[in-house]
């Protein structure tokens, strides 16, 4: 159900009143007797749930570069170690 604001015309006094959309409006203030004008005020929302935020939403996939790939740092580092341990048994095999 909705929050309606209301003024009070006479005495200024604001009012807010939770009520249905069928409900009538309050026309009469209950402190000096005044004409009530209902305000309009902005809707109160909540989002819950992811999706909401810019760091929420998918990002577009593109294409790494080879030198900024996900994995090619982790490639090189898989390579390096191999190229030692060829370079360890030409050497041993020349002793």
């Known amino acids: 159900m909705p929050i309606y604001e209301y003024q009070c015309r006479k005495c200024?006094?604001?009012?807010?009143k939770i009520q249905k959309f069928t409900?009538?409006?309050?026309?009469?203030?209950k402190k000096?007797?005044?004409t009530l004008?209902?305000?309009l005020?902005?809707?109160?929302i909540?989002?819950?749930?992811?999706?909401?935020?810019?760091?929420?939403y998918a990002r577009k996939s593109t294409a790494p570069s080879k030198s900024e790939g996900s994995d090619g740092g982790a490639e090189k580092?898989?390579?390096e170690p191999a190229k030692e341990a060829a370079t360890s048994k030409s050497k041993?095999?020349?002793?």
């Open 12 to 16: 200024g006094q604001r009012v807010e």
């Open 23 to 29: 409900d009538p409006p309050l026309t009469t203030c």
């Open 32 to 34: 000096c007797r005044g």
């Open 37 to 39: 004008q209902r305000l």
């Open 41 to 44: 005020s902005s809707p109160a």
């Open 46 to 56: 909540q989002f819950k749930g992811s999706g909401w935020y810019v760091t929420d």
């Open 77 to 79: 580092k898989a390579a």
């Open 92 to 95: 041993a095999s020349t002793d």
